[in-house]
């Protein structure tokens, strides 16, 4: 299956801007979107990522600057009945086995549920349906598979439903990834502390 | 198989007190605890409560005013070789089929992944393990795992995953839940509303 990776190239996870400056939020997204393509490499996904700017990751790359939703939905566009599959680059948590549930679910539109009302990563086998990431996109999402009255499908997966935007998340790449990104925090001096109850990463 | 449904009768949710008053929270926990027992209900599970103190839920109930981890472990060593699923009461967003994956996978111990480090759902089969809910218990329960050298497996569920603790949880109840806690929360004013990209539940 053709998979795009949309990436952020110019202004990677400005919301961990508390936490890493620029660069190190640069090398930190790079990390992430090489976990997701090594991930996706042990499926049977054939990905392009969908920058806005060029990037550097042993993938092909396709240049886009305009905002997520008009990139993507240019790429839907492009194709008829070729199904195509859209999983983001922060997706530090992502392994084979959760990306090819995500693939292989039946369905014209088959999102993956995400945190905060996101859609982190779906499939479209429909010519009509387009995304729309704005605010509380998996509503949108069922809406228009919906309305358009097209077979819809959710999948159930933490590692999918998990982008990593804030700090808070940070912690959830040390708990639970395997990959650079995981690396990349523990060489930076980040470890899981708890206070009060609730777990964290903490920088040394 | 037999699961145990832990619940604070006590001081549910202390979390959402910035958000809610303290009969508010008994309501909506208790709201909750009724989703899980509805959704156990469609499966081949047989739930008790394990509550602190009586609680009116149309299950068995047994009352162990203790902590968590001892009371749940007192369970446990009362077994031998039944298996044991402890499934928390908070988990408003479980439906029969995630926790019947959970049921179903082969293993001494099987964890359900957790957001922020929790367990919030787990199947024993294994004599030996004892819970230790305290911190990132997930890195816990895989360690001892690990040391006991039990078979150890993994589920990996965004409904198992989501516990409902902090007023930043509530609006994945609001889109991903279907029963009576997502009711009770629109009934008491709450909507979905997105404010600088981050979407979260918001009181008429």
Tied chains: 1, 2.
């Excluded at 976990?35 to 049977?44: G, K, M, P, R, S």
């Excluded at 969908?50 to 790359?61: H, I, R």
């Excluded at 990959?179 to 925090?185: D, N, Y």
């Excluded at 523990?186 to 708890?194: F, H, K, L, Q, S």
Aim: proline share 6%; with cysteine; hydrophobic share 45%.
């Amino acid at each position: 299956m053709d998979v795009l990776v949309p990436f952020d190239a110019r202004e990677p996870k400005t919301r961990l801007e508390p936490e890493l400056d620029v660069e190190e939020r640069r090398a930190f997204a790079e990390a992430m979107l090489a976990d997701v393509l090594a991930a996706l490499a042990e499926t049977a996904a054939a990905p392009t990522v969908l920058s806005t700017a060029p990037v550097d990751c042993g993938a092909p790359v396709v240049v886009d600057a305009r905002p997520l939703s008009a990139a993507v939905n240019a790429r839907l566009a492009e194709r008829e009945d070729d199904p195509l599959a859209v999983v983001m680059a922060d997706l530090a948590l992502a392994t084979p086995g959760a990306l090819s549930s995500l693939f292989d679910t039946p369905g014209d539109v088959v999102l993956a549920l995400g945190r905060g009302g996101g859609t982190n990563a779906l499939v479209v086998r429909h010519p009509a349906f387009r995304v729309d990431y704005h605010g509380a996109s998996i509503r949108d999402h069922r809406r228009v598979a919906a309305e358009a009255n097209v077979r819809f499908a959710e999948v159930d997966s933490f590692r999918l439903a998990t982008d990593v935007d804030d700090p808070a998340d940070l912690v959830e790449v040390l708990l639970h990834g395997s990959g650079r990104a995981s690396e990349w925090l523990r060489e930076a001096g980040y470890r899981v502390i708890t206070t009060g109850g609730r777990v964290r990463a903490s920088r040394e």
